[in-house]
């Protein structure tokens, strides 16, 4: 089992800066890659991005320029750096961790999942 853990959401202008943070704890050493997905309300979860434990990135066309996945180690902990935020961007954040070589951009491609953490940005 992973368990995960993310924080760093809030309310932010248009324009500004957070930074989330996801904690991983557990058996992650079967950790291939950790993504970020999105969940906006009555909405799909969409994929932002995701890192391998290589420290290979990839986006989403919609947040790609503008957001950055890093991890110290990234079967411990990854960041989402998120700057140039857009109302459009206000969401439910989540992280998850993937056990398996898979297509990462995939909701299905993901084992375990952290518990969101809300991100709001005011016009």
């Known amino acids: 089992q992973v368990q995960l853990g993310e924080s760093g959401g809030g309310l932010v202008q248009a324009g500004g800066s957070l930074r989330l943070s996801c904690a991983a704890s557990?058996?992650?050493?079967?950790?291939?890659?950790m993504g970020w997905f999105r969940q906006a309300p009555g909405k799909e979860r969409e994929f932002i991005a995701f890192?391998?434990?290589?420290?290979?990135?990839t986006y989403s066309d919609t947040v790609k320029g503008r957001f950055t996945v890093s991890g110290d180690n990234p079967k411990y902990a990854v960041y989402l750096q998120m700057n140039s935020l857009k109302p459009e961007d206000t969401a439910v954040y989540y992280c998850?961790?993937?056990?398996?070589?898979?297509?990462?951009?995939?909701?299905?491609?993901?084992?375990?999942w952290g518990q969101g953490t809300q991100v709001i940005v005011s016009s």
């Open positions: 998850a961790a993937s056990n398996r070589v898979a297509s990462w951009r995939m909701r299905s491609s993901y084992d375990y």
């Open positions: 557990g058996r992650t050493f079967s950790t291939y890659a």
């Open positions: 890192i391998t434990g290589s420290g290979y990135t």
